[in-house]
C-alpha cells in the first residue's frame, strides 16, 4: 500500500510547521467547543439524561440478535459468511497490489456521493478501506432481512437503525479516511480542521449545549426582508395564529378566496421563500386572494393547546374573519403536511355540525391515512409515544430542534453527515440557501397537540376509520363531499406518495389525485418559470396501488401551479374587483409576514 502517499497530490506543498501550528490551534478550537457543550450542564440550564432512543435501539437489536445466537449452527453460518466476504475482499487487494487486474468484492451504488472522489478506487488503501465498509453495512443489512419471525414494526425500526448506524461510520465522515480531506488537509496545512474546529464549537454554543449543525449561511436570507416579503398585512391575531391577507396586484380576482393552512412543525414561509419561488405571490399573481394562517410558536404556557383548540382557533377562526372581510361565507382551502391533515379533519367536523363554509380543498403532501405513513413510523409505537408524552409533559412543549432532527434522519447522510464533512471537517462554510435556512428555523409544539397527533394518526389511525374524536364531534372523512385536488409528491420520506393515494379514497366528493415530481419540498414549491420536474394526473385511484396508477398517468412536463390553478377556476370562475387588504372592521395589525413568524426556538 506503498501509493497511499503518492496519490495524495497536494502533499507537496506540505509545511510540517505550519502543520503542527494549525493542529494545536483546531484543539484549542475543539476545546473551546467542549467548553460550549459543558456550560449549559454545569449552569444546570441543562440537564443530560440518556435519550429514549438508546433504549429503543439496545431493545430492537437484542430482538433481532436473539434469532441469530438461539441456533449455533445459524450463528456459525453467519461468522463463515462474514469471514469469507473478507477473504474474498483481501484475496482482491493483494491480487491489486501484485499489479493483477481484480474485481472489486462489492461496488458503491452509482448515486452515493460518498464515494464519488477517484481515489476511491485508485488508491488501494481507500478502496480497501471503502469496501470493507460496504461488506460490513451490507452485511448488517442482511442480518436484519434474514431474521425470520420478527414483527413489521421492529424490522423496519431494525432497518432504520442499522441504516443510520452505517451513515455515522462511514469512512468519508473521518480525516484519515476520506482521500478529499486528507488532500486538503495536507494542502492547507491543517488550516481547515482549524476553521472546522471554529465553526463546531460556534454551532454548539448556538444550540445551547447541543449540536446544531449549520446547513446554510444566514446572510441576506432574513425574514421579511429577503424572504416572505409578498406584500399584505397581518388583519387578525389570537394566541396560536396571525391570519394574513394579500395585497392584490390584478384589478379582478376570483370571488371565492384562499385560505392556506400550513404546518405549524414548520413556518409557513415555505410557500412564501424569495420571490421567484414564492408560490403565495404566485397565487396573488393569478387573481387569488389569499389569506394564510402564521402559527404562533409557542412556549410552555401554551403547553396545554389541543388539536381541538387548532382547529377552532385556526381555520374555523379564520373562516369567519374571511367573512367578516370579504362578505364571502365560502372560501377555497389548502392545507400543507400536518396542516392538511387538520384541513381535513376540519372539513369532517364541519360536515358533521352540516355547515357550508368550503369550496373547495387542496393537499399538499398530506395524510388522512396513516397505514403507508413511511419512515417517520419508525418513531411510532406505545412504548416510545409514552416516553416522549414524559418529556412533553415536563417541558410542556416538544422543543422544535428534536422533531428536525427526527426529519433531517430520514435523509441523514444529505442532511447530517455532508454538513459534517463539509462543515467541521472541510472547514467549509455553507452558502445561502433560503429552503435550508428554513429548515433550520424550527418551532416548538404543544405537548397536548402532538401527543393527540401522534397517538390518533400514526399510532391509531383514527381519521380515515372515522373513529376519531375532535371538539366531542366523531369525524367521518366519507362526508366531505367538496371537491378535493390532492397533491403527492413522488419521492417523499414523510408523506409518501402512495400513502396520500391510498387517503384519496376516504372523502366522499371528487378527488384529483396528482403526483409531483421531486420530494416533500421541492415538488410543492416548484414555479412554472423554473420548468423543472414534471407531474402525473390519471382519474383512476379506486382500488390501486401507486405502480399501477402510475402506468396509465399522463405525464406533464414543469409544474402542477397552472393546472391547479385551472382546476380551482373550473369550480367558480366568476371574478370581482380586486379586494382591499383589511376592513374597517378588520384593520391591518402589522405588515406581512407579521411577528410571529419571526420568533426562533
Not at 230 to 238: A, D, Y
Not at 427 to 433: A, I, K, L, T
Amino acid at each position: 500500500m506503498t501509493d497511499v502517499n503518492t496519490e495524495i497530490h497536494a502533499a507537496k506543498s506540505f509545511n510540517a510547521e505550519a502543520f503542527a501550528m494549525n493542529i494545536a490551534r483546531a484543539m484549542e478550537s475543539s476545546g473551546q467547543a467542549l467548553a460550549a457543550y459543558l456550560k449549559p450542564r454545569e449552569n444546570g440550564e441543562l440537564k443530560d439524561k440518556p435519550p429514549n432512543e438508546i433504549a429503543e435501539v439496545i431493545k430492537t437489536f437484542s430482538t433481532v440478535a436473539e434469532y441469530w445466537l438461539s441456533d449455533k449452527e445459524r450463528a456459525s453460518d453467519l461468522q463463515v459468511k462474514m469471514a469469507k466476504a473478507y477473504l474474498d475482499l483481501w484475496g482482491s487487494t493483494v491480487r491489486r497490489m501484485a499489479g493483477e487486474e481484480a474485481p472489486p468484492a462489492i461496488e458503491p451504488s452509482p448515486r452515493d456521493k460518498r464515494f464519488k472522489d477517484p481515489e476511491w478506487k485508485t488508491n488501494k488503501f481507500f478502496d480497501f478501506v471503502m469496501q470493507l465498509y460496504l461488506l460490513t453495512t451490507q452485511w448488517a443489512q442482511e442480518l436484519v432481512k434474514n431474521a425470520e419471525g420478527i414483527d413489521p414494526h421492529t424490522r423496519k425500526k431494525a432497518e432504520f437503525y442499522v441504516q443510520q448506524i452505517s451513515n455515522a461510520i462511514s469512512p468519508s465522515n473521518f480525516v484519515f479516511t476520506n482521500p478529499e480531506v486528507l488532500r486538503e488537509t495536507l494542502a492547507s496545512n491543517g488550516d481547515n480542521l482549524v476553521r472546522g474546529m471554529k465553526m463546531l464549537a460556534e454551532d454548539i454554543e448556538a444550540g445551547r449545549g447541543t449540536l446544531r449543525i449549520r446547513q446554510s449561511d444566514p446572510t441576506n436570507l432574513v425574514v421579511g426582508v429577503n424572504m416572505a416579503t409578498t406584500p399584505g398585512k397581518v388583519i387578525f391575531q389570537n394566541e396560536l395564529m396571525q391570519l394574513i391577507q394579500y395585497t392584490p396586484t390584478t384589478e379582478t380576482v376570483l370571488r371565492t378566496p384562499l385560505l392556506i393552512v400550513p404546518p405549524w412543525i414548520n413556518k409557513f414561509y415555505i410557500l412564501d421563500l424569495k420571490p421567484e419561488k414564492s408560490y403565495i405571490k404566485w397565487c396573488v399573481d393569478q387573481g387569488i386572494t389569499v389569506f394564510v394562517i402564521s402559527w404562533v410558536n409557542p412556549d410552555k404556557e401554551l403547553g396545554k393547546k389541543t388539536f381541538d383548540d387548532y382547529m377552532r382557533q385556526g381555520p374555523l377562526t379564520a373562516m369567519d374573519v374571511i367573512e367578516k372581510v370579504t362578505g364571502e361565507m365560502k372560501v377555497h382551502t389548502a392545507g400543507y403536511c400536518v396542516g392538511g391533515t387538520l384541513l381535513a379533519s376540519t372539513l369532517a367536523w364541519l360536515a358533521e355540525k352540516r355547515r357550508v363554509r368550503v369550496t373547495s380543498a387542496t393537499f399538499f403532501a398530506a395524510q388522512v391515512d396513516f397505514t403507508h405513513a413511511g419512515d417517520l413510523l419508525v418513531f411510532v409505537d406505545e412504548g416510545q409515544i409514552s416516553a416522549l408524552e414524559r418529556d412533553m409533559q415536563e417541558a410542556g412543549v416538544l422543543e422544535g430542534s428534536k422533531m428536525a432532527m427526527a426529519f433531517n434522519m430520514l435523509r441523514s447522510n444529505d442532511l447530517i453527515w455532508s454538513y459534517v464533512v463539509s462543515n467541521y471537517l472541510k472547514g467549509q462554510p455553507p452558502s445561502s440557501f433560503d429552503l435550508l435556512h428554513w429548515n433550520s428555523d424550527a418551532t416548538r409544539m404543544p405537548a397536548a397537540n402532538h401527543s393527540f397527533y401522534l397517538r390518533n394518526c400514526y399510532l391509531e389511525n383514527r381519521l380515515s376509520t372515522g373513529s376519531m374524536v375532535l371538539d366531542n364531534t366523531l369525524l367521518d372523512l366519507s362526508k366531505v363531499k367538496v371537491p378535493v385536488y390532492n397533491l403527492a409528491t413522488r419521492e417523499d420520506h414523510i408523506a409518501p406518495a402512495d400513502s396520500v393515494l391510498y387517503g384519496s379514497q376516504f372523502f366522499g366528493g371528487p378527488v384529483k389525485y396528482v403526483l409531483s415530481g421531486s420530494g416533500h419540498i421541492a415538488g410543492v414549491v416548484n414555479p412554472p418559470v423554473s420548468g423543472k420536474y414534471q407531474y402525473w394526473t390519471n382519474d383512476n385511484i379506486k382500488d390501486v396501488t401507486l405502480a399501477e396508477w402510475l402506468k396509465n398517468a399522463t405525464e406533464h412536463k414543469g409544474s402542477w401551479w397552472p393546472d391547479w390553478r385551472q382546476w380551482l377556476e373550473g369550480l367558480d370562475a366568476e371574478m370581482v374587483p380586486a379586494r382591499a387588504v383589511g376592513s374597517e372592521a378588520m384593520p391591518p395589525i402589522e405588515d406581512a409576514p407579521g411577528s410571529y413568524v419571526r420568533v426562533r426556538a
